[in-house]
């Protein structure tokens, strides 16, 4: 059998719908050897590679606690009075509760522990300017530092290094398998939101053109990859998924986006994966 690994790509509250994606495939058969994730993409990637029953996994990203840990322990105003004026990186929650939380779905769980699959999950250096891909550390801290977008939440510490959000850096990180001998098939899962109408007025003007930006620079890196992983003689399976933008202090049913990432996986499946793996 061909040995695959997954990545699944930064997204704001994407987690449930990757979750969804990874449990159908999981349900098919597929087994990835190994597994990576930036943001979002880390949470769900991270609780895969620990091992938890698929349903335990789904009842974790559906729980409204999952959400709200990232702001608990913040004190209001206080917190960002404080950021505002006193911090090289300021920013409106501490996510320091969610660290608990997730320590208390995985334990004490460290990354190099897991062989099946291996995981790896994309961080950015805020002093360093550099991408960080983490093959070692604890499992808990490293999903959620992979999660702290600029300014949304404040950066933390990891194996030494102050880190924010992965997916800054690395949309979809798969530069550790682009010339793995132990990788034969690359499948890069992002989640995202349709095209919206574009605000003609400040500030979602600005909003709007530095997002555009941002996703020109991830596809265009991406493609890049893609074209790096096919010299090397690997098969490279884009897989985008699309559904509104959830909103994170409202009780927003994620398991519609669950669901949604489940049917994606069975589509990708059917149409490009099982064909691939019977020839």
Known sequence: MPRIAIALGASFLGYA?????????????????????????AIAAGLYASGLPQERIKAEVLRLRLRLSFVYGTTPLLHQLRSLWWSRHPSFFNPRSAVAHL???????????????????????????RAILAERGALALAMVASCCVPVLFAPLEFEGALCFDGGVANQVPVDQWLASDDVDIIIAHRVGSPPQARSRCFPGN????SGDAHETNSRQMLHYRQTLAEKAGKRFLLVDTEHARPAMLLRTDLSGYYEIGAARAQEFYDTQLRPLLDA
């Open 103 to 129: 320590r208390g779905v995985v334990g004490d769980t460290r990354i190099e522990d897991l062989k099946a699959p291996g995981l790896t999950v994309a961080l950015t250096s805020i002093d360093s300017h």
């Open 17 to 41: 719908t990757h979750a969804g994606f990874m449990a159908r495939l999981h349900e098919l058969g597929v087994r990835p050897c190994k597994i990576a994730g930036a943001s979002a993409g």
């Open 206 to 209: 600005i909003a709007g053109l």
